[in-house]
């Protein structure tokens, strides 16, 4: 599965690359198809991300902050032709930019979302849509009992806006399943009656749970859906998204665009609508190729902590998906050194065709890992553990990663 979407991903790529005149991208990725017939190792993955940056610096030769113009009746057509997506310029890149509005126009139809808005990061993405689906804090926020770290520092230090009405109806934020060990299953019923709005993070399966499927999930109430950018769509550049209803979408864009936080030209220019596209296809080769990588874990050593069967399918939540790229391993022996045995791992398999690399974030096309434990970038009450997220990679090269994991940890 990972074959077939990497070959159609390089052949979009291209179709890019000739368009934007990005004559040594396109030479890249041409000798990317000619290799094809195998499961794309690490080295494929890296030249195609040298091919879209390539790409992205020839669509960038030529943009301006703001676009110039001969006359006045240009300017006001290039406007309105930048607010349909018909036009690729900017009369000034932060109020609006046509690649942005055609960029995502795409996201939109790949989730099957009427909408969507491009922000500077997956938080600012959270933020944005907090501040408009509260009403700027005038509706009450019910929270989830735990959060992502970065969520949780959002929502206890940064006001939204005015003080809560209690009169009005409650907004709920949440993530289908916590990003964190303990992989809380949050269904909607638990937060409460009254609730006439939400917010979720869905970062983890990202198109994988498109729109329809998550208003369905949530009893058709409104909803605005964020996603960071960097997991599955782009690892070159940060950024989130809002999905949602015209309206809802559009109360983002504006509180977006008077704050300053929509998605700029030079990091639209690294955006590839093939990956946008098919983002579908690869956090379904990214899930499967999790489970599989699951199924060869030394059990006698590590706990694979995962979703309660039960709470997932009492929620709704599509099991299928799992938590998407995520593994968390929490050692069986408490005196485990995670972080020691994170070094090992990447050493052992620095000489495979797809070597492990301890990297932030997830969903990386290759495999990625770093422990966790009670320091600044967890939570206070953080458990020791080591959390992977499997590549987009066929079964072989997951069994060997697995393997070396098993050979170091004990």
């Not at 983890?204 to 996603?227: I, N, Q």
């Not at 509180?255 to 596209?277: E, M, N, Y």
């Not at 069967?309 to 939540?317: R, S, T």
């Not at 290759?366 to 590549?391: A, F, K």
Request: aromatic share 8%; charged share 20%; hydrophobic share 45%.
């Amino acid at each position: 599965m990972s074959a077939d979407w990497f070959a159609e991903r390089v052949q979009g790529a291209r179709a890019t690359a000739a368009d934007a005149g990005a004559d040594e991208a396109v030479a890249l990725l041409d000798s990317l198809r000619a290799g094809r017939g195998r499961p794309p190792v690490l080295a494929d993955f890296e030249a195609y991300d040298r091919a879209v940056r390539l790409t992205a610096a020839s669509l960038s030769a030529g943009c301006l902050v703001a676009d110039q113009y001969r006359t006045m009746d240009a300017f006001w057509s290039d406007v309105e032709a930048q607010e349909s997506g018909r036009s690729t310029g900017t009369f000034w890149d932060t109020y609006e930019h046509g690649r942005r509005r055609r960029l995502e126009q795409a996201l939109a139809e790949a989730y099957g979302a009427p909408d969507a808005v491009l922000v500077n990061s997956g938080m600012a993405g959270i933020y944005t849509a907090l501040v408009c689906a509260t009403e700027h804090g005038r509706r009450p926020l019910r929270l989830p009992r735990r959060q992502y770290f970065e969520t949780h520092d959002l929502v206890e230090n940064v006001p939204l806006g005015r003080p809560a009405d209690p009169s009005l109806g409650a907004v709920a934020f949440l993530e289908p399943v916590t990003n964190a060990p303990t992989l809380d299953v949050n269904a909607p019923a638990a937060m409460g009656p009254g609730v006439e709005a939400y917010v979720v993070d869905n970062s983890v399966f990202g198109h994988a749970f498109p729109y329809g499927d998550l208003r369905s999930w949530l009893g058709g109430t409104p909803v605005l859906v964020v996603e960071s950018l960097a997991k599955y769509l782009s690892g070159l550049v940060s950024g989130g998204v809002v999905y949602g209803e015209r309206e809802a979408v559009d109360s983002v864009r504006t509180f977006a665009r008077r704050t300053g936080q929509l998605l700029q030209g030079a990091a639209l220019a690294h955006l590839s609508p093939v990956d946008v596209r098919l983002a579908r296809q690869r956090v379904l080769t990214h899930a499967a190729a999790a489970a599989e990588f699951t199924t060869h874990v030394d059990r006698s050593v590590w706990e694979v902590m995962e979703p309660d069967a039960g709470l997932v399918k009492e929620a709704g939540v599509p099991a299928a998906l799992r938590t998407g790229s995520l593994v968390f391993l929490q050692p069986r022996d408490a005196t485990t050194d995670c972080a020691a045995v994170v070094d090992r791992w990447i050493a052992a398999t620095a000489g495979l065709e797809q070597p492990v690399r301890l990297q932030a974030g997830f969903g990386w096309p290759w495999t990625t890992t770093r422990s966790y434990g009670v320091d600044r970038l967890n939570q206070p009450d953080g458990p020791r553990y080591i959390r992977v997220s499997v590549g987009a990679l066929d079964a072989a090269h997951v069994k060997e990663q697995a393997a070396a994991l098993g050979a170091v940890a004990r």
